[in-house]
């Protein structure tokens, strides 16, 4: 999905990729909220760009301002994506739940029905923001690429660009 954005919205597209393939590595450790601090670490600890870690660190929703950490029980900090990058994986990843592809609704209204009004106002917010930038609704992604996209042949080859290797 993220990929799908950038074909129309202007980024670095090998940091894209790594952040998209590396977002959620903190689930191998936990499927809680602090999955993506803890990927933060997980990822600085491998040595890779600070710019991937962020995007990691700040993919969740569509970010979790300083109020939504403490109420989370996370560190201090604002988490709200910043770069368009972050943006962007963080977005994609409102628009897929498990292995399906979603409108940024279905996201918007899980936050609503959780209580989390702030959150879902932000992500009404960065959904407008990315589709503006893409040029229409990215929920016609949904329809274009369907539900349940082929992943076979669908990805392009990924070398690992230099700058990020170990």
Not at 18 to 37: K, M, V, W
Not at 99 to 105: G, I, K, Q
């Amino acid at each position: 999905m993220a990929e799908a954005f950038a074909r129309r919205i202007d980024c670095d597209k090998d940091l894209l990729r790594a952040g998209a393939l590396l977002h959620d590595i903190g689930r191998s450790i936990t499927h809680s909220i602090e999955h993506a601090l803890i990927g933060y670490g997980i990822v600085r600890d491998l040595g890779l760009p600070e710019e991937i870690a962020e995007i990691v660190r700040r993919h969740t929703g569509a970010g979790l301002d300083v109020e939504d950490a403490i109420g989370f029980g996370l560190p201090e900090a604002d988490y709200i994506p910043m770069t368009i990058e972050q943006k962007i994986v963080a977005h994609a990843d409102n628009m897929v739940s498990d292995n399906r592809l979603v409108t940024h609704d279905y996201s918007v209204d899980r936050l609503r029905n959780k209580g989390s009004d702030r959150g879902a106002d932000r992500m009404e917010a960065l959904h407008k923001e990315l589709s503006d930038l893409y040029g229409e609704d990215l929920d016609v992604l949904v329809e274009e690429l369907g539900e349940y996209p082929q992943m076979s042949g669908a990805c392009a080859p990924f070398t690992v660009p230099e700058e990020f290797r170990l």
